[in-house]
């Protein structure tokens, strides 16, 4: 029998962000292809078709309460993932999100966006997506192998109008997980590999009321734009995510690291013209 290059089976994963739409997505995604997974979360409450995808793939998986911005925390929670599962394969850095006080609109001028929300948002991605890495980073080294996939976004490569915040920390992102595959493999082991995916448009809690009018559900303006920019037409659903995410997560990818992918429906390709 050839050997599965996307086989996942039994991987211990660690999802950061793992109750969140996109997080909760890919854990159910991988856990129904066997992996076993540690969902870490600064809310444990987890969404009804999260459980319920988990339960009927029979997921063996547990739900850690921590905070990605505090060493301490992650420190607590590898622990206590060891402790449970009693290895670590993969990291994914799936914490994230923006801010409305780091967002310009008709009455939130750039020049009055408050310094706080603005860090915020960079802390949340970046330091979001650094802690973390320090944290099972330095046991992947310990172990002398391991995979770890952030998220950045389409606006590392082309910053979007209205999200200064996030587009910075997202192109940080981007930049970081370059840095962090060189470092990893130059300094303390071959085996292991950082990558990135770049999502495009995604229908989440956070954007939907930017991208879709609340009380119609038709596309308001920038949800045009957006689309007319996106060569497939349409958002990007969490499922599109999985096939790039499982390449990068299994031995397909086994030469592969440094690299950020794009999964975007065209729109990174698209001049507009």
């Known amino acids: 029998m050839k050997e599965n290059l996307f086989d996942v089976k039994d991987k211990v994963v660690v999802i950061t962000g793992g109750s969140g739409v996109l997080g909760g997505d890919i854990a159910c995604a991988l856990a129904e292809r066997g992996s076993k997974i540690a969902i870490l979360d600064i809310r444990t409450e987890l969404h009804e078709s999260i459980t319920k995808r988990l339960a009927d793939a029979k997921a063996d998986y547990d739900v850690f309460q921590c905070d990605v911005l505090k060493i301490e925390s992650m420190q607590s929670c590898l622990q206590d993932v060891l402790k449970r599962f009693g290895k670590i394969d993969i990291l994914v850095n799936g914490a994230g999100g923006n801010h409305p006080k780091a967002t310009t609109k008709p009455d939130m001028s750039f020049f009055d966006i408050p310094a706080d929300a603005f860090n915020w948002v960079m802390q949340l991605n970046l330091s979001g997506t650094v802690i973390p890495s320090q944290v099972f980073g330095k046991y992947f080294a310990e172990k002398d192998e391991g995979i770890i996939l952030n998220v950045s976004s389409m606006n590392a490569f082309r910053p979007l109008t209205r999200i200064p915040a996030y587009s910075a920390a997202k192109a940080a992102v981007s930049n970081f997980t ?23 448009f995604f229908l989440t809690n956070q954007n939907r009321f930017l991208l879709t009018d609340e009380k119609s559900g038709e596309l308001t303006q920038r949800g045009k734009q957006i689309l007319d920019h996106t060569p497939m037409g349409r958002f990007g659903d969490p499922g599109d995510l999985i096939g790039a995410i499982l390449w990068l997560l299994s031995g397909a990818s086994k030469f592969v690291t440094g690299i950020v992918v794009p999964v975007d429906g065209g729109f990174s390709a698209y001049s507009g013209v």
């Open 178 to 200: 370059q840095w962090l595959a060189v470092h990893m493999n130059q300094e303390y082991s071959k085996n292991i590999r950082v990558n990135a995916i770049a999502p495009g």
